[in-house]
T-cell receptor
Framework: DVKVTQSSRYLVKRTGEKVFLECVQD?????MFWYRQDPGLGLRLIYF???????EKGDIPEGYSVSREKKERFSLILESASTNQTSMYLC?????????????FGSGTRLTVV | GENVEQHPSTLSVQEGDSAVIKCTYS??????FPWYKQELGKRPQLIID?????GEKKDQRIAVTLNKTAKHFSLHITETQPEDSAVYFC?????????????????FGKGTKLSVIP
């Protein structure tokens, strides 16, 4: 099975802190994504990456940045956490073909900013 | 960009009945339409998908239909069981592959909470 692992299941951070959310996949996928999930709003794309050191803004990139130094790891960075960034964050990797094609999601990180 | 509308937001059915969830999309270039099931506290999992060259696809009790002309697609679950209770998300994607940045990102609907009553 494809594994997408998010380093933390729950995080509590203070307003203004710099926050790193880590995501690692083990299937050599080129495409990785960060979504946030909020009740009634579904999944909204923050950033995605289609190659090492490449990144593209999604629908709601404000207040976030990303880093992809290695193919297997895609990090989401909250430069200065704010309470409106309290949410569930889901990482996904994508492969366009083969046995495990499609999106595979991580288990999510529930971030609370106080 | 793509916009995906999903209805209803909540759906309750009796065990054994059928459930239908409908989605519409805006970008006629989209050609891949997956459905995800997310159980409480778990990650979304792909349950079925359809590509635009096919009008219908079935996998046991679940089926998806696609009407490209009307730009809508639907998930059908027959003989529902309590374990079908979850949030279901539809999504639409621009053409798959590496034809350019952003050509394979999914846009999701807002989800449907399905409750199957025993």
């Amino acid at each position: 099975d494809v594994k997408v692992t998010q380093s933390s299941r729950y995080l509590v951070k203070r307003t203004g802190e710099k926050v790193f959310l880590e995501c690692v996949q083990d299937m050599d996928h080129e495409n990785m994504f960060w979504y946030r999930q909020d009740p009634g709003l579904g999944l909204r794309l923050i950033y995605f990456s289609y190659d090492v050191k490449m990144k593209e803004k999604g629908d709601i990139p404000e207040g976030y940045s990303v880093s992809r130094e290695k193919k297997e790891r895609f990090s989401l960075i909250l430069e200065s956490a704010s309470t409106n960034q309290t949410s569930m964050y889901l990482c996904a990797s994508y492969h366009p073909a083969g046995e495990y094609y499609g999106y595979t999601f991580g288990s999510g990180t529930r971030l609370t900013v106080v | 960009g793509e916009n995906v509308e999903q209805h209803p937001s909540t759906l309750s059915v009796q065990e054994g009945d059928s459930a239908v969830i409908k989605c519409t999309y805006s970008d006629s270039a989209s050609n891949y339409f997956p459905w995800y099931k997310q159980e409480l506290g778990k990650r979304p999992q792909l349950i079925i998908d359809i590509r635009s060259n096919v009008g219908e696809k079935k996998d046991q009790r679940i089926a998806v239909t696609l009407n490209k002309t009307a730009k809508h697609f639907s998930l059908h679950i027959t003989e529902t069981q309590p374990e079908d209770s979850a949030v279901y998300f539809c999504a639409a994607s621009n053409p798959l592959g590496y034809s350019g940045a952003g050509s394979y990102q999914l846009t999701f609907g807002k989800g449907t909470k399905l409750s199957v009553i025993p």
